[in-house]
Nanobody, 115 residues
Framework: VQLVESGGGLVQPGGSLRLSCAAS????????MRWYRQSPGKERELVAT????????NYADSVKGRFTISRDNAKNTVYLQMNSLKPEDTAVYYC?????????WGQGTQVTVSS
């Protein structure tokens, strides 16, 4: 299993970024996908979850109404559209998959929100 995140960077408060996570090594369309984030000194936090066919999503209260998780099963890719970014969104963002009840992580992508 391999998960490769991309799309992070430096953005001003109020700006937007779109993260991508390309998955391989398992049947992507059979599993929920998740985005987590971790800031220095804090525990890793679940940000968003999407079901295998994308018909249901869930979000942390801190990002509801600003972030949107989506997926393209033809491309084995999950996305996180982040709008109205705030300094407190600064973190390393990770995608996560749990095929066969084992948890896999990507290497993470840094998102920094600063003026």
């Amino acid at each position: 299993v391999q998960l490769v995140e991309s799309g992070g960077g430096l953005v001003q408060p109020g700006g937007s970024l779109r993260l991508s996570c390309a998955a391989s090594g398992f049947t992507f369309s059979n599993y929920d996908m998740r985005w987590y984030r971790q800031s220095p000194g804090k525990e890793r936090e679940l940000v968003a979850t999407i079901t295998p066919v994308g018909d249901s999503t869930n979000y942390a209260d801190s990002v509801k109404g600003r972030f949107t998780i989506s997926r393209d099963n033809a491309k084995n890719t999950v996305y996180l559209q982040m709008n109205s970014l705030k300094p407190e969104d600064t973190a390393v963002y990770y995608c996560n998959a749990r095929p066969a009840r084992r948890s896999y992580w990507g290497q993470g992508t840094q998102v920094t929100v600063s003026s």
